[in-house]
């Protein structure tokens, strides 16, 4: 598989949006394995440049902690030299249960499933993975950004459902706690109750509402050409939930490479599934800088702090 290096484009000055120069190609392209994966082994915490529906059946059963897809949505998008076109509900509706169906005996028992989508493709997703796994929850999310819209409702949200595979399954409540500055400071008996009064915050209890996500743009380092990069902070929140310390994540949309760098980070492993090269090669170079610098943007000491938090 051959692939002409990707172009540089001109960029302004502070522009901080990570690309592959042509000289870094050729040595990226030696960290990736190309095909069909090969099988777990010669995957584990590399990134596979390949056909999913390929690449799925060479990995071993019951060997996942966690599943995290990011598919195209129901609507006409060009991804690098992929594409998606929009179909009927009920061929989308097929489509997922074509991927979802490989990668469902993948899992552990005691596995988790986080699929994300839209809401055109949010009803088609519950009934797909309501199929094979146990419904637990529908995240939605803030996007901040995006073009208004002059005859309907700005699309500023994203939705991603939780499912497990059973009963018993990893949730690690106090990792996801979300630090909040204190609007309403009560007290009890003179003493701050539930929160901090040095700092002027409390640590609170993950909801299904993320309203702290920012999406990368140009300023940010995580920022990639890619059309529909996920936050690092947003992949964090889901790692640290419901995986362990060495826990297997597989990502079959892996496009610009944001779970397997944070899966890094936090000190996990992966297998990774791409089919454009060049987005390939920038998640190579992604978990490259990982090995240097493991900070993620709006996480630090252990905590997860709102858009724009200022600690006192």
Known sequence: MRSKPPLQKSRAPRNRTLEVAPSEAASLRESIVFGKGGGLADAKDRIICGNAFEVLPQMIPASFDLLFADPPYNLSKKFGKESFSRTASDEYEAWLDSWLRLCAPLLKKTGSVYICGDWRSGAA????????????????????????????????????????????????????????????????????????????????????????????????????????????????????????????ILDPFAGSGTTGVVAKKLGRSFVTIESDVDHCLVAVKRLEIANQNTEIQGFSGGVFFERNFTQK
Request: aromatic share 12%.
């Open 125 to 248: 997703i519950e009934r797909v993975g309501s199929r094979h796994f146990k419904l637990r929850n529908r995240i939605t999310w803030e996007r901040e950004k995006g073009r208004g819209a002059k005859a309907n409702w700005k699309n500023a949200a994203e939705d991603i459902w939780f499912f497990t595979v059973s009963g018993e399954y990893t949730f690690n409540v106090d990792a996801v706690k979300q630090r909040r500055r204190v609007v309403a400071p009560y007290r009890k008996d003179g003493e701050p109750k539930d929160w901090n009064e040095g700092g002027g915050y409390r640590d609170t209890h993950p909801a299904n509402l993320w309203t702290d996500i920012t999406v990368p743009f140009w300023s940010m380092p995580e920022n990639t050409d890619h059309p529909t990069q996920k936050p690092e902070k947003l992949l964090a929140k889901i790692i640290l939930a419901s995986t362990n310390p060495e826990d297997l």
